[in-house]
């Protein structure tokens, strides 16, 4: 079992592929299969990719205590640390795009360059999304079916939930890992206290802000504040798409981290297409 040790507590990780590092942090109730396997099979062609689970998600450590987005993102400085890595590329989505946040402004040369996906500066900027308020309330009823339901109305766009299957892979990946609800409820009151807004102008890193134009669970226009924020940041809008924008466009997602941090793929003999084996259906 791949298990880092981070000093104070341990952190279940997967890893492979070939490659840059690059680190995934995935969000608010994510674990390390959430990111779907076409979306990481893609990025495994590029990149010696790391995913890992937070505190008190499946068989990391448990959390006994109150922690902030920056206490998370000195989770993922160690990390960087015991993966034997100088410094990595840092894709963070939702809640682990504000542990990203963190990561760029407190440990600036651990981030070679940053991916923010559906994420946000502050929580006030997103009092009007319907989303969060949604699944306060099927969680609250203690119907898990239902809670899964909701999870995956409010997570995807109306298209994607009509594609044949995509609820029941949706379940099943949700349902893969141990997500403890005192630990959600502990990662909620932390991105709630989030608010980088003052200090995003002090990222050096190279940034690309992305985000689907159909998120419920943190609007849009938060990536285009996040973007004007952050010096020469690159922003990426997905028309139609939900929060979870990389399982609905795994190829575009995984073909954005790898132009971002890497440049273009050249055509003819020296590589394929940018669009080649996108993994979109």
């Known amino acids: 079992m791949p298990i880092a040790d981070l000093g104070e507590r341990s952190a279940f990780y997967v890893r492979g592929g070939r490659g840059e590092p690059l680190l995934l942090i995935q969000g608010m109730a994510g674990h390390h299969r959430m990111w779907g396997e076409p979306f990481l099979r893609l990025l495994r062609e590029h990149f010696d990719v790391l995913a890992y689970d937070h505190r008190g998600i499946g068989e990391s450590a448990r959390a006994d205590a109150e922690f902030s987005v920056a206490d998370l993102a000195d989770d993922a400085a160690r990390l960087i640390r015991a993966a034997g890595w100088t410094d990595a590329h840092v894709l963070g989505i939702s ?123 943190i609007l849009a226009a938060n990536a285009e504040h996040l973007a004007a924020l952050i010096p020469g940041a690159r922003l990426e809008l997905m028309d139609g798409v939900g929060h979870l924008f990389w399982l609905e466009r795994p190829g575009r997602c995984a073909e954005l981290v790898r132009e971002h941090a890497l440049g273009p793929l050249p055509d003819g003999p020296g590589g394929p297409p940018a669009t080649s084996g996108s993994g979109d259906r």
Do not use: K, W
């Open 95 to 217: 809640l682990g795009g504000m542990v990203a946040q963190e990561l760029a402004l407190n440990h600036p040369r651990l981030v070679r360059t940053l991916v923010l996906g559906c994420t946000f500066a502050g929580a006030a900027r997103n009092a009007d999304a319907p989303g969060p308020l949604r699944m306060v309330e099927a969680i609250r009823t203690r119907d898990a079916e239902l809670a899964v339901r909701t999870a995956f109305e409010v997570n995807v766009s109306p298209a994607f939930r009509e594609r044949p299957g995509s609820f029941q892979e949706f379940r099943e990946l949700s349902l893969s890992t141990r997500v403890p609800g005192p630990v959600v409820a502990m990662q909620l009151r932390a991105g709630l206290a989030h608010d980088t807004a003052a200090r995003l102008p002090l990222v050096r890193a190279r940034t690309l802000v992305v985000h689907g134009t159909a998120d419920e669970m």
